[in-house]
């Protein structure tokens, strides 16, 4: 057996940082979709506005899961 480079609660403590600062972008996300509110004409469907709002959506949606895996990796629920 070899040595260990980190141990099992700094692991746990870089997968948690990394995962943490990955997953804030969701905060960028929601400050991007808020300021598409509102852009665009009324009555007409702009494909690019749409395609960016389903984005920022994803990345909220990931940003959520990657936050929702660390509180069960943490055994919070």
Not at 5 to 28: C, E, K
Not at 43 to 67: C, E, N
């Amino acid at each position: 057996m070899s040595p260990t480079i980190l141990s099992d609660s700094a692991f746990r403590w870089t997968v948690t940082v990394l995962t943490l600062a990955a997953s804030l972008w969701a905060l960028y996300d929601i400050v991007l979709i808020a300021k598409l509110r509102g852009q665009g004409e009324p009555g007409k469907r702009d494909p690019l506005l749409s395609d960016k709002r389903f984005g920022y959506t994803i990345g909220i949606l990931l940003g959520l899961f990657a936050i929702s895996g660390l509180l069960r990796y943490h055994d919070v629920f």
